[in-house]
């Protein structure tokens, strides 16, 4: 299926090159526990039960706080290739976040993704009427300054936990 106006308006992507190995990176962003320490809007995440790590099919809760806002998410994870690509997706089929990692270098390129899915446009639409195009700016607009932010946090985390790793060897 072709990807429409609207479709890449409601997705972004962002890289960043982190001086670690792909393991690393990998190590780090699929402990979702951790989600907090690194994403402005998501400020807790947790295994739902039986699943306790990354997998495909395994669920995850999220709570998210913005705007004076506190709400909580459940996402299916849909891809967990060791160390390549960790997806989930969001409200059933709604939007799909990925982090994918590729070899650069001495380090890792980290790309993270949002995606509004064509289901979830109906999913807006049913939840938010009217108002469903605004609540989608609204999430666009979280990704757009998010992702980078993001980032640059997982940037520092690993970096940093690589730096701990020399100083005590």
């Known amino acids: 299926m072709a990807q429409t106006t609207r479709d890449r308006h409601y ?30 809007i998501c400020r807790a995440a947790w295994w739902k039960a039986p699943a306790n790590g990354p997998e495909v099919g395994a669920w995850f809760y999220g709570r998210n706080e913005a705007n004076g806002q506190i709400w909580e998410t459940e ?4 891809a ?11 409200m059933g089929n709604a939007v799909r976040w990925s982090y994918t990692l590729m070899p650069e270098g001495n380090g890792t390129s980290l790309t993270e993704s949002w995606a509004v899915q064509p289901e979830g446009f109906k999913v807006f639409d049913k939840m938010f009427g009217e108002d469903a195009e605004h609540q989608l700016e609204v999430r666009r607009d979280a990704a757009l300054s998010g992702i980078p932010t993001t980032l640059k ?9 690589g730096a701990s790793e020399l100083i005590r060897s």
């Open 75 to 78: 996402s299916l994870v849909v």
């Open 153 to 161: 946090a997982v940037k520092r985390i690993v970096e940093e936990a």
């Open 11 to 40: 997705s972004h992507s962002e890289s960043i090159h982190i001086d670690a190995a792909p393991q690393q990176v990998w190590d780090v962003v699929t402990r979702i526990e951790r989600t907090g320490e690194w994403s402005p």
């Open 80 to 90: 967990a290739e060791e160390p390549a690509e960790f997806s989930w997706l969001v």
